[in-house]
């Protein structure tokens, strides 16, 4: 289960990952997905991703005075 969980990593749609959410949770996983969105989690995915841009802006930086 760990090697499947490996490749999720990424995954953007519910049905590429519907065998493995039905091994772990069961038959009738879906009813824990949310019908409405989120906007606390869509906050925090976009600072998430601002944080990894300037993190990968501070790297590159490194890099090209290195």
Same mark, same amino acid.
């Given at each position: 289960? #760990?090697? /499947? +969980? $490996?490749?999720? $990593?990424? *995954?953007? !749609?519910?049905?590429?990952?519907?065998? #493995?959410? &039905?091994?772990?949770?069961?038959? &009738?996983w879906?009813y !824990?997905? %949310? $019908?409405? %969105?989120? !906007?606390?989690? /869509?906050? =925090?995915?976009?600072?998430? =991703? *601002?944080? &990894?841009?300037? =993190?990968k *802006?501070?790297? $590159?930086?490194?890099? *090209?005075? +290195?």
């Amino acid at each position: 289960m #760990f090697n /499947q +969980a $490996e490749h999720l $990593e990424g *995954t953007e !749609s519910i049905e590429s990952v519907s065998g #493995f959410m &039905q091994d772990i949770f069961g038959d &009738q996983w879906w009813y !824990s997905i %949310p $019908e409405k %969105p989120n !906007s606390r989690y /869509q906050y =925090l995915c976009r600072v998430i =991703l *601002t944080v &990894q841009a300037g =993190l990968k *802006t501070m790297i $590159e930086g490194r890099e *090209t005075v +290195a």
